[in-house]
């Protein structure tokens, strides 16, 4: 596709159920982040990818939290047991490469409300 | 830990002039990268502009520059001819070059250019 997508782009879901979050990055690039947007804040890092493999997931803010990517491509963001404080925009983004010269493209984000 | 702070919440400039947008950061690395990122209502972010650390001279995309400070640890940006377009939050951020894959960002900083 021409930009990175994510879906849903909304969920609702109940206190105590699982969800599961989908990024589709830009295709050829290798780098894919994750990050948590509250209300009216900045953006909160959770993880990023270079390939398949996590270098950093010192965002993660509990092990109800879990990321995965597969073929270098679609990753998923699970959030188990949901909480009220989990209620947030996800936000996906990707680049060539984890490098501060490749310019990070953001997907539109996943709203997610936890009732 | 790197720190980022945007201390202007909101602010407001009349189409056609000019506005400064205020960043400062905390950091004891030497080589880092600092954005300037642009959300607007439709809440895609995009990149606005970038800075690498090492060089002096300030970056600039078209109406779009910035004020480097690295002795401050200053990173200001200036928006030349304000358009109603550039109505956004504006989001400050920071890169070390030891983990390119976890960036930093302030709390941002909602622009209203009125008509």
């Known amino acids: 596709g021409a930009g990175v997508s994510q879906s849903p782009s909304n969920k609702v879901t109940e206190k105590g159920k699982d969800v599961e979050l989908r990024c589709d990055p830009i295709?050829?690039?290798?780098?894919l982040y994750w990050y948590r947007q509250r209300l009216g804040q900045g953006l909160e890092f959770l993880i990023y990818f270079q390939g398949n493999s996590a270098p950093d997931k010192s965002g993660l803010p509990s092990d109800r939290f879990s990321a995965e990517r597969t073929g270098e491509s679609v990753s998923t963001l699970t959030i188990q047991r949901t909480q009220q404080e989990d209620s947030a925009v996800y936000l996906c983004?990707?680049?060539?490469?984890?490098?501060?010269?490749?310019?990070?493209?953001f997907g539109p984000g996943t709203r997610l409300t936890v009732l | 830990a790197q720190t980022v702070t945007q201390s202007q919440p909101e602010m407001s400039v009349q189409e056609a002039e000019t506005v400064t947008l205020s960043c400062t950061y905390d950091t004891s690395e030497s080589n880092y990268y600092l954005f300037w990122y642009k959300q607007p209502p439709s809440r895609q972010m995009i990149l606005v502009i970038r800075?690498?650390?090492?060089?002096?001279q300030n970056a600039t995309e078209n109406r779009f520059s910035v004020n480097f400070q690295k002795a401050a640890k200053s990173f200001s940006l200036k928006i030349s001819d304000s358009q109603l377009g550039d109505t956004a939050m504006y989001f400050c951020?920071?890169?070390?070059?030891?983990?390119?894959?976890?960036?930093?960002f302030g709390d941002g900083t909602t622009l209203t250019v009125k008509p």
């Open positions: 951020a920071f890169l070390k070059n030891t983990n390119a894959g976890k960036s930093t």
């Open positions: 983004a990707s680049s060539l490469a984890a490098s501060g010269t490749d310019t990070q493209y």
């Open positions: 295709s050829g690039h290798t780098a």
């Open positions: 800075q690498e650390a090492y060089k002096q």
